[in-house]
């Protein structure tokens, strides 16, 4: 949870799921919007994804071999919400020359073994995601303030659903919460929550949580972006959106 110096009154939701702010929450990460024909729930299966050709060429193969994704669908159809969401889709090529070199070396040897290419690994995260906002509990369908523990009106919402991710991760959801302060109505409490879903094979490999999801890896974090492990990288979101909003 943080504080920051503006009255909860005054948030203006629509501004934080727009391209502009979407690009500030992770600088290490780039991004791109897309539509509900671009997301890979419908295009798996039916040819090569041209999608995250933006990125680094060669990085991201795995999309490709998607076959079948309605299971990533959610509770509502993404992207369907212009005004109130934003879809984008992300890459983050791990540049370290370590992780770059450990990859190569895993297809490599993979690709004696296995004649399957969604058997290989990429050399980065890429994603698709959506953002929405609400303006009230009732809206939103929840009890949020019960989870944050925060006795004080909830005047908005913003909730980025990670609905496809190339590997380690299956889906990821962030939830931020933005209350009055309980004592000083020109102050906003801002609470962040997260929750991952992992591949099984990435679920066995306990040195990937350590590495990736926790952020322990001295090969490659970054101590600020995704690669810092899932909890940072959740903070930090938050701390962009307050920084956004103070401004």
């Known amino acids: 949870q943080l504080t920051i110096n503006k009255a909860a009154s005054a948030i203006n939701l629509p501004n ?9 929450l992770d600088v290490e990460i780039a991004h791109r919007a897309i539509t509900a024909q671009q997301i ?11 999608n995250f050709n933006w990125c680094d060429k060669g990085y991201f193969n795995l999309p490709n071999f998607e076959q079948e994704l309605t299971h990533l669908k959610g509770d509502h159809e993404w992207c369907s919400q212009p005004g109130r969401a934003t879809c984008w889709e992300s890459c983050y090529p791990f540049k370290s020359p370590l992780w770059y070199g450990g990859v190569a070396t895993y297809n490599a040897l993979k690709s004696k073994v296995s004649s399957n290419p969604a058997d290989l690994k990429d050399y980065g995260i890429a994603m698709q995601s959506e953002a929405r906002y609400f303006v009230s509990e009732a809206e939103y369908g929840l009890n949020v303030a019960s989870m944050t523990r925060i006795n004080a009106p909830v005047r908005g919402i913003v909730e980025l659903n990670i609905f496809y991710i190339n590997q380690v991760m299956q889906y990821g959801k962030i939830v931020v919460v933005f209350q009055e302060h309980p004592t000083n109505a020109q102050l906003t409490v801002i609470t962040s929550f997260a929750a991952i879903g992992i591949r099984t094979k ?25 690669t810092a492990g899932i909890p940072v990288f959740t903070k930090n979101i938050a701390t962009s959106l307050a920084a956004e909003l103070e401004k």
């Open 40 to 50: 890979m729930p419908a295009v798996a299966g039916k040819g090569p994804v041209p």
């Open 16 to 24: 934080l799921i727009k391209e502009d702010t979407i690009k500030k």
């Open 202 to 226: 990435t679920w066995k490999q306990r040195s990937i949580i350590r590495d990736i999801l926790q952020g322990k890896s001295t090969a490659f974090n970054t101590r600020t972006g995704i």
